[in-house]
């Protein structure tokens, strides 16, 4: 096993370690804050489209990351940033500057997508979710990426030998659920995905690319299925067909702290 103290990226290291000037906090509290404010987010997911919809006269910026959002925030060009819960406490522990609003507008269910009509690798991703969770192997990834002390320690899942691969897409910018250590992509979706394909009688090949280009990449044959963290909405299941549930989460608001 690989562990990791202090966790994660070397980007939201030097997020952390970068200086700015002070900068006059405007006071979010809630979401109903929002309106009209200047928000990050990151392109193509969830909480941009909160944003567009539920959010009135917001100025949104989409970033391609959370990490780049964060900059932005941290340097003043906007107020507030809508993300999902984990990653955003990560960008957080790193920058004592920001602080996390919590008022539980928005929980989604994170579910893994295939192509529309894609039954059998569908049918076996089930299998493999309901297989992890009633052996306690599901347990064991929650406390692998998501530990108490904040340490994460990365399981060692060996490839099957076989010559056919099945093609995992992602966005490895999505702590804990994925995210680059030195040149490998690690994280709970390319865990979990090893085993998906391990049972699927494939190995496992993990492509990294713009969260907001998954579903295309999807669509053209690119990639076999997507573990990015994508919550199932409606929307998405026009295009794509979506697993069981994996994993339950929050959108939070970054802010950054009242200046002392």
């Given at each position: ?103 539980n507008f928005m929980t989604e ?80 979706d390319v865990s979990m995905g ?67």
């Amino acid at each position: 096993m690989k562990k990791i103290i202090g966790v994660i990226s070397v980007a939201i290291f030097v997020l952390g370690m970068t200086s700015c000037q002070k900068k006059s906090v405007v006071v979010i509290n809630s979401a109903a804050d929002l309106e009209g404010k200047k928000i990050g987010c990151q392109a193509g997911t969830t909480g941009e489209l909160y944003l567009q919809e539920s959010v009135k006269d917001a100025k949104i910026k989409s970033f391609k990351t959370g990490i780049d959002a964060s900059l932005d925030l941290k340097n003043g060009a906007i107020d507030a940033i809508v993300l999902d819960e984990l990653p955003a406490k990560e960008i957080v522990s790193r920058n004592p500057d920001l602080t996390i609003v919590n008022d539980n507008f928005m929980t989604e269910s994170y579910a893994i997508a295939v192509k529309k009509g894609n039954t059998e690798l569908l049918e076996s991703i089930n299998k493999t979710i309901a297989d992890l969770k009633s052996s306690g192997k599901y347990e064991e990834l929650i406390k692998a990426f998501m530990p108490v002390d904040g340490n994460i320690v990365i399981p060692e899942i060996e490839d099957i030998d076989s010559e056919n691969v099945v093609k995992m897409g992602t966005n490895a910018a999505f702590p804990p659920f994925e995210f680059i250590l030195g040149t490998d992509i690690v994280g709970f979706d390319v865990s979990m995905g090893k085993m998906i394909a391990n049972d699927y009688g494939k190995k496992l090949k993990v492509i990294d690319m713009a969260f907001d280009g998954l579903i295309a990449a999807l669509q053209s044959g690119a990639i076999d299925f997507i573990a990015a963290g994508m919550t199932a909405t409606e929307e998405r299941r026009q295009n794509v067909d979506f697993s069981e549930s994996y994993y339950e989460s929050n959108q939070v608001i970054i802010v950054r702290k009242p200046v002392q």
